[in-house]
């Protein structure tokens, strides 16, 4: 078998902002930008990586999700609770400065687990936490 990871989904309340985090902050690319308003659907991915993205999607367009749900997904998102992602990178300190310079709120600075990994962590705009663990 093979099979790839070709893309992931989080979701996202204000595609401006998470632009200036995902692009701006991290250094993504932007690969497409559809839709208007509020309603964008955003695909960013590292540069050097073409065949991997993060799809930033409004959680609220999904037609299947009841007008409780979205309520339950707002309330998530805004405690931070709700989207997750795990990336890394071989210069952890590099990385934590450049994204904590975008003024991005740091949960975590660069700290060595007593699991092994050595990692920091960021909530961008949506409240999606985004932990970087450095590679070794």
């Not at 701006?24 to 990586?49: C, N, Y």
């Amino acid at each position: 078998m093979d099979i790839t990871i070709h893309a992931s989904s989080l979701p996202h309340d204000d595609p401006e902002a998470s632009l200036a985090f995902y692009r701006d902050a991290l250094g993504f690319e932007v690969r497409s930008d559809v839709g208007h308003g509020k309603m964008r659907w955003i695909t960013v991915g590292p540069r050097d990586q073409p065949g991997t993205s993060i799809l930033l999607a409004p959680p609220a367009a999904d037609p299947g999700i009841t007008d409780d749900e979205r309520r339950t997904i707002a309330e998530m998102m805004a405690k931070g609770t709700y989207g997750w992602i795990l990336l890394a990178t071989r210069d952890l300190d590099g990385t934590f400065e450049r994204v904590q310079a975008g003024d991005a709120e740091v949960v975590q600075e660069p700290t060595e687990q007593p699991y092994g990994v050595r990692d920091c962590a960021f909530r961008d705009p949506a409240g999606n936490m985004v932990r970087i663990q450095e590679l070794r």
